[in-house]
T-cell receptor, first 113, second 112 residues
Framework: GAVVSQHPSWVICKSGTSVKIECRSL??????MFWYRQFPKQSLMLMAT?????????EQGVEKDKFLINHASLTLSTLTVTSAHPEDSSFYIC?????????FGPGTRLLVL | GESVGLHLPTLSVQEGDNSIINCAYS??????FIWYKQESGKGPQFIID?????DKRQGQRVTVLLNKTVKHLSLQIAATQPGDSAVYFC???????????FGSGTRLLVRP
């Protein structure tokens, strides 16, 4: 069964609004979660590393003020796309590691109109 | 920075044939490599992995080959089935890092 869930699975929003995406760890406490973005027909790009109880680490070129990450508990990390624009439309995927195995969430499809 | 693919190459194979998907990785310091399968609208699904101290690893119907000399990774799928149709990504992880750097991906189409 699934070990990582995401909510919502898809979302449509108007330009300028903010969207929150949740990544939940099921039956496991994850101190670290990773957020990826995937544009159509492209590969996964790591956006940031989310650490429970501390600030997220962002990859080069990813705006930390635009993509707010909160990892307030060991089972939940959230990614908020603030003031979303059409170019933010993408597939957002979280990842959690358990031991040496990586588990990806099912993804959240964001469409900004 | 992270590797990003711009277009997905496509491999078309006949059902029952063997498939070979190739990947060139970028970092000679990477010591862990993974193949993922991604179906449309879903997250990546782990297929098989290999560490740099090995050059071959076999799973059920899948084999991964690693050539560190030329920084090349391949995934072989035996007796390809329609359910194998998906996009396949290789990923590399540098030594002592949790980061996964994804390759550009290959779309596998299985003809019935």
């Amino acid at each position: 069964g699934a070990v990582v869930s995401q909510h919502p699975s898809w979302v449509i929003c108007k330009s300028g609004t903010s969207v929150k995406i949740e990544c939940r760890s099921l039956d496991f406490q994850a101190t670290t979660m990773f957020w990826y973005r995937q544009f159509p027909k492209q590969s996964l790009m790591l956006m940031a590393t989310s650490n429970e109880g501390s600030k997220a680490t962002y990859e080069q070129g990813v705006e930390k003020d635009k993509f707010l990450i909160n990892h307030a508990s060991l089972t939940l990390s959230t990614l908020t796309v603030t003031s979303a624009h059409p170019e933010d439309s993408s597939f957002y995927i979280c990842r959690q590691d358990r031991g040496e195995t990586q588990y990806f969430g099912p993804g959240t499809r964001l469409l900004v109109l | 920075g992270e590797s990003v693919g711009l277009h997905l190459p496509t491999l078309s194979v006949q059902e029952g044939d063997n498939s070979i998907i190739n990947c060139a990785y970028s970092n000679s310091a990477s010591d862990y490599f993974i193949w993922y399968k991604q179906e449309s609208g879903k997250g990546p699904q782990f297929i098989i992995d290999i560490r740099s101290n090995m050059d071959k690893r076999q799973g059920q119907r899948v084999t991964v080959l690693l050539n560190k000399t030329v920084k090349h990774l391949s995934l072989q799928i035996a007796a390809t089935q329609p359910g194998d149709s998906a996009v396949y990504f290789c990923a590399e992880s540098p030594l002592n890092s949790y980061k996964l750097i994804f390759g550009s991906g290959t779309r596998l189409l299985v003809r019935p």
